[in-house]
């Protein structure tokens, strides 16, 4: 979807290196969040954010970090990154409460992360 | 945690096929969503469908939420509908999505 937007797509680094991945989003929407995709697998949540005062852990945050810098973005950083860190990493954001209390997830391109 | 799992884990349909992928969750939930990844790995969202019966063109989807359990029906499949289908569920709405390991769906022309 376009209205959210992630960078880098693609991102190739070494262990140790610390790694920020950055998520936009024009959607006016107050809640975001980051998941993780192994290979294969579903996805798993890492952080999460209902307002740029409010972050919460996820099912796996354990390695990363968040800020929510803004109601339109949300960055996520490895502090040290490790090969099985490597995954791809989505972005989402949700329009809780939507319409009849719906809360519909929106989510980015991804980035595909590799940590040699 | 809640389970959520999907079956078939695999699918090869001759386009043109019809196909039921189905979604099982262990607790009762205020929100599911099928998703659609395709083979470039962006996500997008099919249905929100916590109870009831949805269309949209070829695609429909029922959620019986008593049962716990939802389908996702495919008619006259077409090659673009190739890709992985990921049911996901919250306890409560506006809480966190739990992700099915998915059903991948390949399209023969």
């Known amino acids: 979807d376009a209205d959210v937007t992630q960078t880098p797509r693609n991102r190739i680094t070494k262990t140790g290196k610390r790694i920020m991945l950055e998520c936009s989003q024009t959607k006016g929407h107050d809640r975001m969040y980051w998941y993780r995709q192994d290979p294969g697998l579903g996805l798993r949540l890492i952080y999460y954010?209902?307002?740029?005062?409010?972050?919460n852990k996820g099912e796996i945050s354990d390695g990363y970090s968040v800020s929510r810098q803004a109601q339109a973005k949300f960055s996520l950083s490895l502090e040290s990154a490790i090969p099985n860190q490597t995954a791809l990493y989505f972005c989402?954001?949700?329009?809780?409460?939507?319409?009849?209390?719906?809360?519909?997830?929106?989510f980015g391109p991804g980035t595909r992360l590799t940590v040699l | 945690g809640i389970q959520v799992e999907q079956s078939p884990p695999d699918l090869i349909l001759q386009e043109g096929a019809n196909s039921t992928l189905r979604c099982n969750f262990s607790?009762?939930?205020?929100?599911l969503q099928w998703f659609h990844q395709n083979p470039w790995g962006q996500l997008i969202n099919l249905f929100y469908?916590?109870?009831g019966t949805k269309q949209n063109g070829r695609l429909s989807a029922t959620t019986v939420a008593t049962e716990r359990y939802s389908l996702l029906y495919i008619s006259s499949s077409q090659t673009t509908d190739s890709g992985v289908y990921f049911c996901a569920v919250e306890r409560r709405a506006g809480n966190m999505l739990t992700f099915g390991g998915g059903t991948r769906l390949m399209v023969k022309p």
């Open positions: 954010s209902f307002d740029v005062k409010d972050i």
């Open positions: 989402a954001t949700s329009d809780f409460p939507g319409r009849d209390g719906a809360d519909t997830q929106y």
């Open positions: 607790d009762s939930v205020n929100n």
């Open positions: 469908i916590p109870s």
